[in-house]
């Protein structure tokens, strides 16, 4: 109570680390932030900008910014077009929704039944398990492309709706997370439902799961990004094109734009540039408190 | 040979446990542990993916360093260019950011973390778009128009085909959309240090904020440090594909922005040439590993 006291009248929590409220001292952070998150907003800003222009916007001369006459017909234009081999655009819309709907809940099940293990069960190979995944952590998928086109290829998964799901189901980041933050929900809970006679799925279906909602949003959030975004698996390991995203097919466009075709491209693509972005936007906007009390279990020791 | 009362009683004991991993760790197994194993042995082939792998011994990594002078002369030296701006550099201006949001109040906070966030939320495949047109290289482009406005250059610059720009535009690009995960753990980090620690600090005499960065703030979060050197490190070397993406091109303009993903790239599936982008993987991922175990020794918790 004193402290609390001593605080509010003396100022002191208003300056230095998570203050209450505003605070001179805060000012000079203000000024250096403040130039440079304008800065940072501005490609987010011309992606949104750019999807409402009209045409004789988009090729002004000079070129504005800001949209004057916002319209809809990049989005009306987008959806009316077909790709150069006849599948709508819809078509790539549908499949990346239901790639990530997919990717998303597997990648909870598996990574949170993973984290269940490593942290709450007693194994020989518990210790070392984790070591793995946490050596994992600085994987780089990148640089295995060529190993793992040729792993996919021997299990016969090329051209397959599962190829989208399967190779990014194990998230060594998504795993060490949910395990850190697991790590914290107390043994005697767990304890306590075991001499109830739960079983061990009981225990992780009611209990676990419930306890840990906030890392599983941040893992919910890492594996859409990581589903929604990806182009490259439909440029890598689909030929059909009926099985490729909607990020592929914005890639396409951009390729494109640069050439002959710029002036009837820029406008779909922006658009689609946008419906890419806003989806990752939102979701984050809704979990990010979420996300930041995961982020604090989130140390490497 | 185990008994079978014994092995009953090892399933009881543990069986579950696998269970609960087993999905994971096939996974983890087929897509992340075989293709690493699967890069290394091939890089002590030639492999053409036609006739089967041949074994010659250490002869691609002899090739990469003794006659491959594309890699010598602009790989090497833009990767590690590249590598050292956005790796370190990206991480300091992560830390810095998250040290300034945490003096801030809880809903500017939120605000500023979710503007410097966003970026990283993007695809490359969305922002192509918008860097082709920011940096389009006629007079409609943004910043050449907004250039020739200020007088500051007469003509329209080739920005993203010139090769004295496009790696300055790479390096710029990607440190903006390097405020990822990283960026968050290092702002819960900050935020979960006890305030008594620099009350107490305070009481002894430590003045600077720059004393209570290096005294009290990066000591009390070396995990999340480490946390977000390893982030920063993989997002580095996962950024490799952005100079193909601006140019339109692998190889890019003269090698301007060939970084060793392209190199890869450009050696497994435009010249099938397997084994040799095998052997280039595994320098690439041996790279990974010698920053993390450098950024290990930074911060490891000493417990």
């Known amino acids: 109570m004193k402290r609390n006291w001593f605080h509010r009248f003396s100022g002191v929590r208003n300056r230095g680390i998570n203050p209450q409220g505003f605070h001179v001292s805060q000012l000079k952070f203000y000024l250096l932030l403040l130039p440079l998150a304008a800065f940072m907003l501005l490609p987010i800003l011309f992606i949104f900008s750019s999807a409402f222009k009209p045409p004789d916007e988009l090729f002004a001369y000079p070129p504005r910014f800001f949209v004057v006459n916002p319209t809809l017909k990049n989005f009306t234009d987008l959806f009316s077009k077909m790709s150069s081999s006849g599948v709508p655009v819809s078509r790539y819309l549908f499949n990346s929704i239901v790639i990530t709907l997919v990717a998303v809940a597997a990648s909870i099940l598996v990574s949170s039944t993973a984290a269940y293990a490593l942290s709450k069960k007693r194994f020989k190979l518990k210790q070392t398990l984790f070591a793995v995944n946490t050596v994992a952590l600085m994987f780089v998928p990148i640089a295995v ?33 949910l395990k850190q933050f697991m790590d914290s929900v107390p043994n005697e809970v767990i304890e306590a439902a075991q001499i109830d006679g739960a079983s061990d ?9 419930p306890m840990i909602r906030p890392a599983i949003a941040t893992i919910a959030i890492l594996a859409f990004q990581a589903a929604w975004n990806n182009a490259e698996t439909s440029t890598l390991y689909i030929n059909a094109e009926s099985l490729k995203t909607f990020a592929f097919y914005l890639g396409t466009l951009t390729t494109t734009a640069s050439g002959a075709n710029a002036v ?38 | 040979m185990p008994s079978r009362a014994s092995l009953q009683k090892w399933l009881n004991k543990e069986g579950s446990a696998y269970g609960f991993l087993s999905v994971y760790a096939l996974m983890f197994f087929i897509f992340i542990v075989v293709p690493v194993l699967a890069a290394f042995l091939l890089s002590f082939t030639f492999f053409d993916t036609i006739q089967l792998p041949r074994f010659i011994g250490l002869r691609n ?51 500023f973390a979710l503007i410097l966030y966003s970026p990283s939320m993007t695809s490359g495949v969305a922002m192509a778009v918008v860097w082709k047109t920011l940096f389009s290289g006629d007079q409609t482009g943004y910043l050449n128009s907004f250039l020739m406005n200020l007088g500051i250059v007469q003509e329209p610059v080739q920005w993203l085909q010139s090769p004295e720009y496009l790696m300055t535009i790479m390096i710029v690009v990607t440190l903006w959309s390097s405020m990822g995960i990283g960026f968050l753990a290092m702002l819960a980090g900050i935020l979960e240090i006890n305030p008594e620690l620099y009350e107490a600090a305070a009481l002894d005499g430590m003045s600077s904020r720059w004393q209570e960065i290096f005294y009290i703030t ?40 060939q970084l060793i993903v392209n190199h890869i790239e450009d050696y497994g599936f435009l010249r099938y040439e397997m084994g040799y982008a095998a052997a280039v993987s595994v320098v690439l991922l041996l790279m990974v590993l010698f920053f993390t175990r450098l950024s290990n020794r930074l911060f490891v918790s000493e417990e």
């Open chain 1, 201 to 209: 799925l009981q225990i992780y279906w009611r209990i676990i799961l």
């Open chain 2, 61 to 111: 990594y002899i090739t990469l360093i003794t006659q491959d002078d594309t890699f010598m002369k602009y790989v090497l030296p833009n990767t590690i260019q590249f590598a050292v701006i956005v790796g370190p550099g990206g991480y300091a201006l992560a830390f810095l950011l998250a040290w300034m949001l945490a003096q801030l109040p809880k809903i500017p906070r939120t605000l």
């Open chain 2, 218 to 257: 990066i000591p009390s979060m070396k995990p999340q440090m480490l946390f977000g050197a390893v982030m920063a490190i993989v997002g580095t070397f996962q950024a490799g594909a952005i100079g193909v993406t601006l140019s339109g091109s692998n190889p890019t303009p003269q090698y301007a922005g």
């Open chain 1, 264 to 301: 009837a491209g820029q406008g779909i693509a922006a658009a689609a540039a946008l419906i890419m972005f806003l989806p990752n936007l939102i979701i984050f906007i809704f979990l990010q408190s979420q996300v930041m009390s995961t982020m604090s279990h989130s140390g490497l020791k």
């Open chain 1, 145 to 177: 492309t060529i190993p793992r086109f040729l792993v996919i290829q021997r299990l016969g998964l090329l051209d397959t709706f599962s190829v989208h799901i399967l190779p990014g189901l194990a998230m060594p980041v998504g795993l060490f997370l």
